[in-house]
């Protein structure tokens, strides 16, 4: 501990700037993940490339999508929200797309639309 404290007060502006530099670029390193994306949302990729693929389909508004998975992170449930979703249609069309694309059971998939909700397996 002694020659640790000996070096330290004779460090030279150098010394001291250089090291203040490291401990900047590791405590960068360390926050890097959240300061590229600021807006996370608690979104993971896949919720994010969902609800990209599906706000493409015909009769279909800007969605949102939350995805559950199981212990090994396989997917096995998901709800759809749309607020400008209108008719049965765009409704089995959403859920058709995530239970191909998740390879889901269909009464495991919620699509919530503007007046009603849908849910695949008609219950």
Same mark, same amino acid.
């Given at each position: ?8 007060? *004779?460090?030279r ?7 203040l530099v @490291?401990l ?5 390193? @360390?926050? *890097?993940?959240?300061?590229? #994306?600021?807006? #996370? ?17 015909? +009769? $279909? *508004?800007? $969605?949102? $999508?939350?995805?559950?998975v199981?212990?090994e ?8 929200v749309d607020?400008?979703l ?8 959403l ?10 059971? *269909?009464?495991?998939?919620? $699509?919530? !639309? ?5 849910? +695949? !397996?008609?219950?």
């Amino acid at each position: 501990m002694r020659p640790l404290l000996e070096r330290l007060r *004779g460090a030279r502006r150098i010394e001291w700037f250089a090291a203040l530099v @490291l401990l900047a670029l590791l405590a960068l390193a @360390l926050t *890097g993940s959240r300061l590229a #994306n600021p807006a #996370n949302d608690g979104k993971s990729d896949l919720e994010r490339r969902l609800e990209g693929i599906l706000s493409r389909i015909d +009769g $279909v *508004g800007q $969605v949102s $999508v939350m995805i559950t998975v199981d212990g090994e992170g396989k997917p096995i449930g998901a709800v759809i929200v749309d607020r400008e979703l209108e008719g049965v249609r765009p409704a089995l069309e959403l859920q058709a797309a995530v239970r191909t694309l998740l390879d889901i059971d *269909g009464s495991r998939v919620r $699509v919530i !639309g503007r007046q009603d909700s849908y849910r +695949g !397996g008609m219950e």
